[in-house]
């Protein structure tokens, strides 16, 4: 029945048109209101039957791909990230990561202390070895070679970071380097 109905609405649209277009032809079709009511009547048996149609159709969804991934640039740091996670534990490579990051901050410091103190870089690796570049004891035993860590810091630097000296130390280092970079050369 459906087929049926939807060729009659096909066939009375191309009749329409082609009226619309051909308008000598338009006598030929009967106006009465009996021929407007069956046509109206025919639509609209349509029209329900489509609509019901349409609620028992089930639904799909579409499903959409993942999105593109992004590209994850290195930041600053991200290496020094990974040293310092080395160098947290202990391994039989004996202490690589730890000398890597003890230089690392020492070529900062050097640049710091020679823009500081306006002296060439051999002078304030000198300074650097010898721990005349900063007051804190802790931060010139950490980057010092000739630098011996009085027993009393050492008693407090244990009592602050009882698990990992290493870490403590390096953390006052870095805050150290970092107040003589942003405040040495300036003034």
């Not at 087929?3 to 079709?29: D, K, M, N, P, T």
């Not at 489509?50 to 593109?68: C, V």
Request: charged share 25%.
């Amino acid at each position: 029945m459906r087929r049926r109905l939807a060729a009659l609405g096909a066939v009375a649209v191309l009749v329409g048109l082609f009226v619309s277009f051909q308008q000598e032809f338009a006598g030929l079709i009967p106006a009465s209101w009996v021929f407007v009511l069956l046509i109206a009547v025919a639509a609209g048996v349509q029209s329900v039957t489509t609509a019901l149609a349409r609620r028992r159709t089930p639904l799909r969804g579409a499903e959409t791909g993942d999105p593109e991934r992004r590209y994850e640039a290195p930041a600053p740091g991200d290496d020094l990230r990974e040293t310092l996670r080395f160098a947290r534990r202990s391994s039989r490579r004996g202490d690589r990561p730890r000398k890597q990051i003890r230089e690392r901050i020492a070529s900062v410091a050097v640049a710091a202390v020679a823009d500081a103190e306006d002296c060439s870089e051999a002078a304030a690796r000198e300074k650097l070895e010898s721990g005349e570049w900063t007051d804190d004891p802790v931060a010139a035993w950490f980057l010092g070679e000739e630098v011996r860590l009085p027993p009393a810091e050492r008693a407090r630097l244990l009592a602050t970071a009882p698990f990992s000296q290493y870490e403590a130390a390096f953390a006052r280092t870095v805050a150290v380097v970092d107040d003589l970079v942003a405040h040495g050369g300036g003034g």
